[in-house]
């Protein structure tokens, strides 16, 4: 069931307030306008109006693993470059990028007995505020052309849940093919951590081989070297 509105204050909180009153897997939340969009690490997401793809999924699934927030980039990368006919990356563990910008990312948390998966887009943007323009950019940008978020809607939410359902070991193959960031990238992390991506462990953890060994990162903000 899709529910839609025009402003909100976040999809996610939306999809939350459904799942705890029993919202079955696959309810989908899907706005126009988000007035306080979440990113990760609190961080908010620029959600400018009618022009960005801004939904959430409730899914209810027999294990909550951090490869499910790496399924469901791939689904988003798959239904993506099908219809806006673009070649999107994955930089772990959530973000899509196109040509070294960010066009879309992806959020998950464990809340009201379900996982709440929210899912932004940048689709017809033409620019973007501030400091924002040079590390962001949207498909109408990049393609010339404007696209439908209906369909990119339908078809992000076919592929998340086919993705979502595959075994963690698919996922982590699938997503280390799709993804230059997962192996032989330099990188720092929170500005802290620098070194050359080694791969993914058995839960979708991203390795880096620093100068004094190899350190499992949880989570954090992955970036190319300044």
């Not at 908010?44 to 399924?71: C, F, K, M, N, Q």
Request: hydrophobic share 45%.
């Amino acid at each position: 069931m899709i529910h839609r509105f025009e402003t909100v204050s976040s999809t996610m909180t939306e999809a939350s307030a459904l799942a705890a009153t029993g919202a079955p897997h696959g309810t989908v939340v899907v706005a126009e306008r988000q007035t306080a969009g979440i990113g990760r690490h609190g961080h908010s997401w620029h959600s400018a109006a009618s022009d960005g793809l801004y939904l959430s999924i409730v899914l209810r699934l027999p294990e909550a693993t951090p490869a499910v927030t790496l399924a469901l980039g791939l689904g988003a990368q798959v239904a993506i470059d099908d219809l806006a006919q673009v070649s999107l990356d994955l930089r772990w563990p959530n973000d899509l990028m196109l040509n070294e910008r960010k066009v879309g990312g992806i959020l998950v948390q464990a809340e009201s007995g379900a996982l709440i998966a929210g899912i932004g887009v940048n689709v017809n943007q033409s620019s973007f505020p501030g400091d924002l323009a040079a590390i962001a950019t949207s498909l109408r940008i990049e393609t010339g052309c404007e696209h439908s978020k209906e369909a990119l809607m339908n078809r992000i939410v076919a592929e998340s849940l086919r993705f979502a359902s595959l075994p963690k070991t698919e996922v982590l193959r699938r997503f280390t093919l799709a993804s230059s960031w997962v192996s032989g990238k330099s990188v720092i992390v929170d500005y802290r951590i620098e070194g050359v991506t080694a791969g993914l462990d058995d839960n979708g953890f991203l390795l880096v081989q620093t100068a004094t060994g190899v350190e499992t990162i949880l989570a954090g903000g992955v970036r190319a070297p300044l």
